[in-house]
């Protein structure tokens, strides 16, 4: 099998995986990169959030609309800089993140069953070589 085909199928397989283990949890598809995203930058703007989690801003818009009215998130204007709106995660935000990170780390364990830990570091680097590769061919 090729590469791309390789990366999409696990992506997607991992993603149908995850889902349905967090299908009570309520979540839609964009919310769990966001809360993911705001559990090591709280505070963040939204420019950086839609950024961080490859989300055109309009879409993120729509998402943080969602997960404010869910209770996951509050938005404050930033004193400092009053076109920019700092997001937050509430504390029912960092409850469901904590929630979705188990799961996170569950579908980790099964996808590295077997490997090594020098070959689980290899494959963090490879990955993220790829990565930096496409991102700037885009």
């Known amino acids: 099998m ?3 085909h390789l990366l999409m199928i696990n992506h ?3 993603q149908k995986k995850f889902f349905a283990k967090i299908k009570e949890c309520g979540l839609t598809a964009g919310q769990p ?3 993911e995203y705001l559990a090591s930058h709280d505070g963040s703007i939204q420019k950086e959030i839609a ?3 490859m989300i055109e801003p309009a879409t993120l818009t729509s998402v943080l609309s969602g997960m404010e009215h869910a209770g996951l998130v509050t938005k404050k ?3 400092s800089n009053k076109r920019n709106t700092n997001v937050y995660l509430t504390e ?3 409850q469901k993140w904590h929630e979705i990170e188990s ?3 569950e579908l980790d364990v099964h996808a590295l069953d077997g490997f090594s830990q020098d070959e689980i570091e290899y494959i963090i680097q490879f990955l993220n070589k790829i990565y930096e590769n496409l991102k700037g061919c885009i």
């Open 2 to 4: 090729s590469l791309h």
């Open 51 to 53: 950024s961080a989690c």
């Open 103 to 105: 799961v996170f780390q």
């Open 92 to 94: 029912k935000g960092k």
């Open 77 to 79: 204007v930033n004193p």
């Open 33 to 35: 990169k966001v809360l």
């Open 12 to 14: 997607l397989l991992l």
